[in-house]
Nanobody
Framework: QLQLVESGGGLVQPGGSLTLSCTASGSTDRSHAVGWFRQTPGKEREGVSCIGDDGDNHDDTYHVKDRFATTRGAKNTVYLHMNDLKAEDTGVYIC???????????????????WGQGTEVTVSS
């Protein structure tokens, strides 16, 4: 079992930057890819990025590749670096872990097993 906790959300002005953290705890005999999703009321949960356990998927910021980047810090921590934030980036950002170490071809919620509670990001002037 894994427990995932996000942090780093808050209010930021358009054009600003923010870094979110996802920290995992618990016991498992598996290595896990970690993904980021965002949820906006009235919209389908959207896959933002995924990073594999080997770190080679740091460019897998599928929908915001030019502005967001995903990295691994300590073994149990994944970061989402968000730059040039726009109003449409507002939402609840949720991290999730797969049961396998690599990212899926399509970064969909159904590919993940463990989920955090989310951290709110508001981009507003």
């Amino acid at each position: 079992q894994l427990q995932l906790v996000e942090s780093g959300g808050g209010l930021v002005q358009p054009g600003g930057s923010l870094t979110l953290s996802c920290t995992a705890s618990g016991s498992t005999d598996r290595s896990h890819a970690v993904g980021w999703f965002r949820q906006t009321p009235g919209k389908e949960r959207e896959g933002v990025s995924c990073i594999g356990d080997d770190g080679d998927n740091h460019d897998d910021t599928y929908h915001v590749k030019d502005r967001f980047a995903t990295t691994r810090g300590a073994k149990n921590t994944v970061y989402l670096h968000m730059n040039d934030l726009k109003a449409e980036d507002t939402g609840v950002y949720i991290c999730a872990a797969r049961l396998v170490p690599g990212c899926a071809r399509f970064n969909r919620p159904s590919e993940y097993y463990y989920w955090g509670q989310g951290t709110e990001v508001t981009v507003s002037s």
